[in-house]
């Protein structure tokens, strides 16, 4: 199957212009979101001697984001599509967010309990890898997750692509996303047995909203257990177990229905939004100012309405 997505498959460069038919122009652009990953700049003839251009930022990512590069600049366009996930919140600093893991993380393990974080398999695993080496995390780091293993590597093979940081360390011997405690799990009878081991240690399984994967067995098993504990660092969009775990463990007697199994909710909670994927709105608004013209108009998609109308009031302003 891979062979046959090959040949069917053609790649484009960062910041080259390709024409496609009918004198259609377009761009792709750096998105810092995930390795890859695009915002693109389209061109189309209108009149002769006029053209209308638009902007769709996809999924933008943050800046100083582990191994990724930051976003490009985009350049101006007549009509600008922008994301706005978290147009009405801003994120945890960076540098102040590996402190608050390093923190939590060692309280979390003092009494002996598991730790566990739904991760998407792209890019947020790769990113905990990398800042659970930078902590020197000494107790056990499972990656519960074939799809999560796989993409790893694949990050791996990619060097070239990433952040100068993430360079730098691998040249000097410090493989950014390997370290001595960290292990895989990827055959099912292997994460069989892990659901029966004792803590201290990290377990790290998709999905990131817990609407499938192996975290769900995890947290059939330790959701229940006052020394666990479970650490969202994505965001969990409505009607999903995540979403409900983070709203209903703050209530006593709070509890999250798995596959029609009801399962009471006790063991502590935490949101790190400092890992998020998509860019908060003071990286939006810097995004947008960025442009060497203003856009002529904004369409906000891919955000909640409280997200799109606190966006909107940000660019008015």
């Not at 890859?36 to 984001?65: H, M, Q, R």
């Not at 600008?80 to 600093?93: A, K, Q």
């Not at 893991?101 to 695993?125: C, E, M, N, Q």
């Not at 040249?171 to 055959?187: C, M, Q, T, W």
Request: proline share 5%; aromatic share 10%; glycine share 10%.
């Amino acid at each position: 199957m891979s062979e046959v997505i090959e040949e069917l498959s053609w790649g484009f460069e960062y910041r080259e212009t390709f024409s496609l038919k009918k004198g259609i122009e377009f761009k792709l652009g750096n998105a810092g979101h995930i390795l890859g990953s695009c915002f693109v700049w389209f061109k189309f003839p209108i009149e002769a001697g006029a053209d209308y251009t638009v902007i769709f930022s996809g999924d933008l990512g943050c800046s100083n984001t582990p191994i990724l590069p930051d976003p490009d600049m985009p350049d101006s366009c007549d009509l600008l599509i922008l994301e706005s996930t978290y147009g009405d919140r801003n994120h945890e600093g960076k540098k102040s967010r590996i402190e608050v893991l390093r923190k939590i993380l060692g309280r979390a393990l003092d009494d002996g309990g598991i730790v566990y974080i739904p991760a998407f398999s792209l890019g947020r695993t790769q990113e905990l890898i990398y800042e659970l080496d930078r902590i020197g995390t000494k107790v056990p780091v499972f990656i519960d997750s074939p799809l999560g293993l796989e993409i790893t590597k694949i990050y791996s093979s990619l060097d070239s692509f990433w952040d100068k940081e993430a360079k730098e360390l691998k040249a000097k011997g410090d493989h950014p996303i390997d370290f001595k405690n960290l292990y895989s799990v990827e055959r099912f009878r292997d994460h069989k047995k892990l659901l029966e081991m004792d803590g201290p240690a990290v377990i790290i399984a998709g999905s990131g909203m817990c609407t499938g994967g192996r975290i769900l067995d995890h947290l059939r098993h330790g959701l229940d257990d006052p020394k666990n504990d479970i650490f969202f660092v994505g965001y969990q969009a409505r009607g999903t177990p995540g979403r409900d775990i983070m709203r209903y463990s703050k209530r006593p007697g709070g509890y999250v229905v798995l596959d029609g199994e009801k399962f009471d909710i006790k063991a502590r909670v935490h949101a790190l939004s400092g890992y998020s994927a998509h860019a908060d709105q003071n990286e939006l608004l810097a995004w947008v100012a960025s442009m060497p013209e203003k856009p002529g108009r904004i369409k906000l998609v891919h955000g909640e309405a409280r997200a799109q109308k606190a966006m909107r009031r940000a660019l008015d302003e």
